[in-house]
């Protein structure tokens, strides 16, 4: 189960899952009710994805992550690239590798590339992202939060006669 949460209520959640003859039964029911209870009322987008836990990440996750470390790097004068090869020797380490031409022992990323990472693995990315740029006095804003503001933003738009936004609230149920 993974919500996002902003101060008083949740923008996503997910949570496993099985569909059994035509019916969902989420993995913690209870969890699930009680997620659901802090979502407003309104209209949601249910996605029920078929993948196990162990796939590759979501492009939606992929495309959230790097949205999300841009104007942090751009802030503080980094390159993109080198900020996420730095988070991802935080979050997940490295390794010894010998190098079978020379012998020669070297550390190297654990996961050196986000491509191959699992959608657990993604989160956990996202998640840890979001409190180490908090411990360097850098607040993020989170991707399903970027999203839920957009959607404000949308609906405002919308209230003033302008155009009608796709979608409300997400709930994400994988």
Known sequence: ??????IDRIVAYSTLGVVQAGKLQVQDRTSFDRALARFPDGIVVVDINT???TALKSRRQEKGFHAMIAPWAKGEGYRVDDLKR???LEIFGEREHVNHITGVVSMVLREPHTSTLTR??????????LEI???????LEAPDEYRER??????SSTERGLQLPRGGNHVDVT
């Open 150 to 155: 957009r959607q404000r933003e949308a609906k």
């Open 120 to 129: 657990q693995q993604y989160s956990e990315l996202i998640e840890r992202t």
């Open 1 to 6: 189960m993974t919500p996002f949460v902003t």
């Open 133 to 139: 740029a908090a411990d360097c006095s850098y607040i």
């Open 86 to 88: 730095d988070l991802l």
């Open 51 to 53: 993948s196990s836990p």
